[in-house]
């Protein structure tokens, strides 16, 4: 599976949009791009994934650039409660393959 | 649904002594993961399991671990003889295989510290 890139850390004030960056220049047509938070003490949890469209759900919006290299989870409106180390992990379709996780970005909520 | 239970949550031991993790995942979820997170780093697998057959354990230390999955269901993960390095958070995911990208929902972890 293609290496990620992210920084190890970011911060944010409580209410705002983060935009948390991840670089996946080496990805292939056939993987996804999956994102996952792991608050302190707790197991990670899955937030989204794409393969190559914008995606949405309740927890975040993923945008993926047209060439697929890079893409940005957007945790909306940001709560104390999502200050956790986000993992952006690249990971190829249609078999059970393992998740690859990386170092991550420490985000912090602040007040 | 309930999620993938984990016990115990902390143990302690010293090293060269042994110790068992137990899992049990989300009912119907073909694939199990053991993941080890050592304090400050992100998961790294262990083994993975589809059913009761082993999927992948490369990097699993076999000289010293071990992992078993009985009738598809819970599995357990056992170190023998325990080393100082070994101190880290024993992380339990499974998910639903069915051909397709499906998200791995992850337990709480052990956290396993060795004197």
């Known amino acids: 599976d293609a290496k990620t890139t992210q920084p190890p850390s970011m911060d944010c004030a409580e209410g705002r949009a983060a935009n948390l960056p991840c670089n996946h220049s080496t990805i292939s047509g056939n993987e996804y791009v999956y994102w996952y938070r792991q608050i302190h003490s707790q197991g990670p949890q899955y937030i989204i994934h794409?393969?190559?469209n914008n995606e949405t759900n309740e927890m975040a919006s993923l945008i993926i650039t047209e060439d697929r290299k890079s893409s940005t989870l957007i945790p909306p409106h940001a709560t104390l409660r999502d200050t956790a180390v986000y993992y952006c992990i690249v990971r190829a379709t249609g078999s059970a393959r393992q998740l690859t996780f990386g170092s991550g970005t420490q985000l912090t909520v602040l007040p | 649904e309930a999620g993938v239970a984990q016990s115990p949550r902390y143990k302690i031991i010293e090293k060269r002594q042994s110790v068992a993790f137990w899992c049990n995942p989300i009912?119907?979820?073909?694939?199990l993961y053991w993941y080890q997170q050592i304090l400050g780093q992100g998961p790294k697998l262990l083994i993975q399991?589809?059913?009761?057959?082993?999927?992948?354990d490369s990097q699993l230390p076999k000289d010293r671990f071990s992992a078993e999955r009985l009738k598809g269901v819970d599995s357990t993960l056992k170190i023998q003889p325990a080393k100082l390095e070994d101190s880290a958070v024993y992380l339990c995911?499974?998910?639903?295989?069915?051909?397709?990208?499906?998200?791995?929902?992850f337990g709480q972890g052990t956290r396993l510290t060795v004197v």
């Open positions: 399991f589809q059913n009761n057959g082993v999927v992948d």
């Open positions: 009912s119907g979820h073909a694939t």
């Open positions: 794409g393969l190559k």
């Open positions: 995911a499974s998910s639903l295989y069915r051909g397709e990208n499906t998200e791995a929902f």
